[in-house]
């Protein structure tokens, strides 16, 4: 909330021109000095209006004298932010001071323009003061006397001190005084600011917007989805969460609920949810190629609101090892129906099916799904889903053909702080996953637990150290009796990059089989090389046993160096790699959207 600063300052005097504009000749490029102690310089030139003229390029001697008369005011801004109230500001176009120039007369160009600051003495607070405020309330960092005495610091408290009524239902507080005074003798500054909390307000029940009649999503569901809690203690984080519900749903363009400005009967705060709606219908088509992997096409078909209520029905589509060494060719078809706010507005209904053949090195698997699950957002880091299925397969491998009737209970938990899905430079990612299996019709039962565990730290502008664990286990039934596509294998582009498609597994040759336990570390070193190009050395590891206890097993490696370009919806990666163990001198390469991990 800005609020004037009332301090008695000595030093310039601030001239305002009005300016008749005409043409000039061009000029060269100008110059911008700043001359002042250290520690102030970066500050004043981002604070400098000159400054940014010359990086514009703008050579106008007009516009330049301009710019740096009003940089008089910018400065001094600058420096009472770092609490120096005292200064003596000098700025000289070619030499003569700035302010004593005509706007009206320009001269042909200008070459210099030099900012002289003496800062004189910075000033602390004698006193430092917000009330009232909410009981429990800690001082606002840097507000305190002693502290340096800036104005940021001061409007930073301010504010701080009405969101903090605002927070425990206070809708309408506001500052209704405050009293800053400096004291130029003893370089100090007095604040005060008084809070007016207003009555403690509830929710009162949401009302659509008037342009936001004519949403095909259902007024009814709109309410639900935004989930502002009618009858509740006025939250501002209700109103924020509910936006990003109605945004997450896909369902609209934009989404926004407005706050009413006078209070309403029985001390209630009325808002208005305004939407403007998406398109109801989008398909996308995706490929990436492999040496070793072949080629994967994907596609996909959705309606955002299928039903009138924000339902999402979506058709996905995939075609694999086109042209590959991974087997033959893998096909799957998937239809999914959610519905949000089911029972809670952060919940989520889901229906799916699944039809996949899969011809994989070592089995053939014909597999269908069908599932109905619910997940659950506790926060914008943490999600639990859980799943109950059906699931039959015909599955052929090493162990003859065979049939697998299962009743799949799925459960599990992600966490994702990272600052982009596609090309992450800071925060960590987490799946975790435990799927018990019980089977009937002669098939065994069992659980089937997975977890794929990733971070990424950056190192300076430039380097982004990366790393992904990856791990799981089968619990239960022996390799024989186990789903071949349930089992684990190592090898290719999700795990270690050089080595062949699936080449680690359990045994060799026509026996061979997946895995019970299973394990992979990924690290990489990612460097941006301009602003558009960036490479990327890897190395992978990958372990795999046939007990489910990761003992008794084997690992392999690779490493590699990729080329990373940025565009629009992501890197386009390329990776080469070559394997580290096994004595093989293949090279395979990787392409496709995002980074690896």
Same mark, same amino acid.
């Given at each position: 909330? !800005?609020?004037?600063?009332?301090?008695?300052?000595?030093?310039?005097?601030?001239?305002?021109?009005?300016?008749?504009?005409?043409?000039?000749?061009?000029?060269?490029?100008?110059?911008?000095?700043?001359? #002042?102690?250290?520690?102030?310089?970066?500050?004043?030139?981002?604070?400098?209006?000159?400054?940014?003229?010359?990086?514009?390029?703008?050579?106008?001697?007009?516009? *330049?004298?301009?710019?740096?008369?009003?940089?008089?005011?910018?400065?001094?801004?600058?420096?009472? +932010?770092?609490?120096?109230? @005292?200064?003596?500001?000098?700025?000289?176009?070619?030499?003569?001071?700035?302010?004593?120039?005509?706007?009206? =007369? !320009?001269?042909?160009?200008?070459?210099?323009? +030099?900012?002289?600051?003496?800062?004189?003495?910075?000033?602390? /607070?004698?006193?430092?003061?917000?009330?009232?405020?909410?009981?429990?309330?800690?001082?606002?960092?840097?507000?305190?006397?002693?502290?340096?005495?800036?104005?940021?610091?001061?409007?930073?408290?301010?504010?701080?001190?009405?969101? @903090?009524?605002?927070?425990?239902?206070?809708?309408?507080?506001?500052?209704?005084?405050?009293?800053?005074?400096?004291?130029?003798?003893?370089?100090?500054?007095?604040?005060?600011?008084? &809070?007016?909390?207003?009555?403690?307000?509830? %929710?009162? =029940?949401?009302?659509?917007?008037?342009?936001?009649?004519?949403?095909?999503?259902?007024?009814?569901?709109?309410?639900?989805?935004?989930?502002? !809690?009618?009858?509740?203690?006025?939250?501002?984080?209700?109103?924020?969460?509910?936006?990003?519900?109605?945004?997450?749903?896909?369902?609209?363009?934009?989404?926004? $609920?407005?706050?009413?400005?006078?209070?309403?009967?029985?001390?209630?705060?009325?808002?208005? $949810?305004?939407?403007?709606?998406?398109?109801?219908?989008?398909?996308?088509?995706?490929?990436?190629?492999?040496?070793?992997?072949?080629?994967?096409?994907?596609? %996909?078909?959705?309606?955002?609101? $299928?039903?009138?209520?924000?339902?999402?029905?979506?058709?996905?589509?995939?075609?694999?090892?086109?042209?590959?060494?991974?087997?033959? &060719?893998?096909?799957?078809?998937?239809?999914?129906?959610?519905?949000? #706010?089911?029972?809670?507005?952060?919940?989520?209904?889901?229906?799916?099916?699944?039809?996949?053949?899969?011809?994989?090195?070592?089995?053939?698997?014909?597999?269908?799904?069908?599932?109905?699950? &619910?997940?659950?957002?506790?926060?914008?880091?943490?999600?639990?889903?859980?799943?109950?299925?059906?699931?039959?397969? +015909?599955?052929?491998?090493?162990?003859?053909?065979?049939?697998?009737?299962?009743?799949?209970?799925?459960?599990?938990?992600?966490?994702?702080?990272?600052?982009?899905?596609?090309?992450?430079?800071?925060?960590?990612?987490?799946?975790?996953?435990?799927?018990? /299996?019980?089977?009937?019709?002669? @098939?065994?039962?069992?659980? =089937?637990?997975?977890?794929?565990?990733?971070?990424?730290?950056?190192?300076?502008?430039?380097?982004?150290?990366?790393?992904?664990?990856?791990?799981?286990?089968?619990?239960? !039934?022996?390799?024989?009796?186990?789903?071949?596509?349930? *089992?684990?294998?190592?090898?290719?582009?999700?795990?270690?990059?050089?080595?062949?498609?699936?080449?680690?597994?359990?045994?060799?040759?026509?026996?061979?089989?997946?895995?019970?336990?299973?394990?992979?570390? @990924?690290?990489?070193? =990612?460097?941006?090389?301009?602003?558009?190009?960036?490479?990327?050395? %890897?190395?992978?590891?990958?372990?795999?046993?046939?007990?489910?206890?990761?003992?008794?097993?084997?690992?392999?490696?690779?490493?590699?160096?990729? &080329?990373?370009?940025?565009?629009?919806?992501?890197?386009?990666?390329?990776?080469?790699?070559?394997?580290?163990?096994?004595?093989?001198?293949?090279?395979?390469?990787?392409?496709?959207?995002?980074?690896?991990?």
């Amino acid at each position: 909330m !800005p609020f004037p600063l009332r301090a008695s300052v000595h030093g310039i005097a601030l001239l305002s021109l009005v300016a008749v504009m005409q043409p000039s000749a061009p000029s060269r490029a100008a110059e911008v000095v700043v001359r #002042a102690p250290d520690g102030l310089s970066e500050s004043l030139r981002d604070a400098s209006l000159s400054q940014t003229a010359v990086t514009e390029g703008r050579t106008e001697a007009q516009d *330049l004298i301009a710019a740096a008369q009003a940089d008089y005011r910018r400065v001094l801004g600058a420096l009472y +932010e770092r609490g120096f109230f @005292s200064a003596e500001v000098h700025i000289l176009v070619d030499g003569r001071e700035a302010s004593d120039l005509s706007a009206l =007369r !320009p001269p042909a160009s200008v070459g210099t323009i +030099e900012i002289v600051v003496t800062p004189g003495p910075g000033f602390v /607070f004698s006193q430092a003061e917000v009330a009232p405020l909410p009981p429990q309330t800690p001082p606002y960092p840097g507000f305190t006397v002693g502290a340096s005495a800036g104005t940021e610091v001061m409007k930073d408290a301010a504010n701080a001190g009405v969101d @903090s009524w605002r927070q425990v239902g206070h809708a309408k507080a506001a500052v209704s005084a405050q009293d800053i005074q400096a004291d130029h003798n003893r370089n100090t500054v007095a604040a005060r600011f008084g &809070i007016a909390p207003g009555p403690r307000l509830t %929710f009162a =029940r949401p009302r659509i917007a008037a342009n936001s009649a004519e949403s095909e999503v259902r007024p009814e569901r709109i309410r639900a989805i935004a989930g502002i !809690p009618e009858g509740q203690v006025y939250d501002p984080d209700d109103v924020t969460t509910g936006e990003r519900r109605l945004r997450r749903t896909g369902a609209f363009r934009a989404a926004s $609920i407005n706050e009413d400005e006078a209070v309403g009967p029985n001390n209630t705060l009325g808002t208005e $949810i305004e939407v403007e709606d998406a398109k109801q219908r989008r398909f996308g088509v995706g490929a990436e190629i492999s040496t070793v992997e072949g080629l994967r096409l994907t596609g %996909f078909w959705l309606h955002r609101n $299928i039903f009138g209520g924000a339902e999402r029905l979506r058709f996905d589509a995939e075609v694999e090892g086109i042209g590959g060494q991974t087997g033959g &060719i893998d096909y799957s078809l998937g239809v999914t129906l959610t519905r949000p #706010a089911f029972r809670h507005p952060d919940a989520q209904l889901t229906f799916r099916a699944l039809l996949q053949r899969e011809d994989e090195p070592t089995y053939e698997s014909d597999v269908l799904e069908i599932a109905v699950g &619910i997940d659950r957002i506790i926060s914008e880091q943490l999600s639990l889903s859980g799943e109950v299925g059906l699931r039959i397969a +015909e599955s052929t491998d090493t162990f003859g053909t065979r049939d697998f009737r299962h009743i799949l209970l799925t459960g599990g938990a992600t966490w994702d702080n990272r600052d982009s899905t596609t090309n992450p430079s800071k925060g960590a990612y987490a799946d975790v996953e435990l799927m018990p /299996f019980v089977g009937f019709g002669g @098939s065994a039962s069992g659980a =089937r637990a997975t977890a794929d565990v990733r971070g990424y730290r950056a190192v300076g502008e430039r380097v982004v150290l990366a790393g992904r664990l990856q791990a799981g286990a089968i619990m239960g !039934p022996t390799i024989a009796n186990t789903p071949p596509d349930f *089992l684990f294998y190592s090898g290719g582009g999700g795990t270690v990059r050089g080595q062949g498609y699936q080449s680690l597994g359990v045994g060799t040759g026509a026996t061979r089989t997946g895995g019970r336990s299973f394990a992979a570390l @990924s690290t990489e070193v =990612r460097t941006e090389v301009t602003e558009k190009i960036g490479a990327v050395a %890897f190395v992978d590891f990958g372990y795999v046993a046939a007990s489910s206890t990761f003992s008794g097993g084997d690992w392999h490696a690779g490493a590699g160096l990729g &080329i990373r370009y940025q565009t629009g919806i992501g890197p386009l990666r390329a990776d080469l790699a070559v394997p580290v163990t096994g004595g093989g001198n293949s090279v395979s390469l990787y392409v496709g959207i995002g980074q690896s991990f």
